[in-house]
Nanobody, 119 residues
Framework: QVQLVESGGGLVQAGGSLRLSCVAS????????MSWYRQAPGKQRDLVAT????????NYADSVKGRFTISRDNAKNGVYLQMNSLKPEDTAVYYC????????????WGEGTLVTVSS
């Protein structure tokens, strides 16, 4: 069984920073792409950033480019999201997602961590 556990959410003032972490555990053979999504109240879940297996290719939503940085540590099965210059519109539940190979390739989600940015 595979689990993704996020941490690092919280309340921050506009202009501040937060760092989200997500660690995968369980019977993992390998982890392919890892991503962060977010879902604001009443809205759909949107992709924020993604990073490939090697950690050398990243993609970002236009709304966070230049402010957020995704990274990963394959030795720790972790993915991270450094969020700077936060805006109230960044308020959302942030979810970690990964494509993980056990006996097959599966799509896994964390339970989410709430980020609230006050103005």
């Amino acid at each position: 069984q595979v689990q993704l556990v996020e941490s690092g959410g919280g309340l921050v003032q506009a202009g501040g920073s937060l760092r989200l972490s997500c660690v995968a555990s369980g019977s993992i053979f390998s982890i392919n792409a890892m991503s962060w999504y977010r879902q604001a109240p009443g809205k759909q879940r949107d992709l924020v950033a993604t990073i490939n297996k090697g950690g050398n290719t990243t993609n970002y939503a236009d709304s966070v480019k230049g402010r957020f940085t995704i990274s990963r540590d394959n030795a720790k099965n972790g993915v991270y999201l450094q969020m700077n210059s936060l805006k109230p519109e960044d308020t959302a539940v942030y979810y970690c997602h990964a494509i993980i190979r056990t006996t097959y390739d599966g799509s896994y989600w964390g339970e989410g961590t709430l980020v609230t940015v006050s103005s």
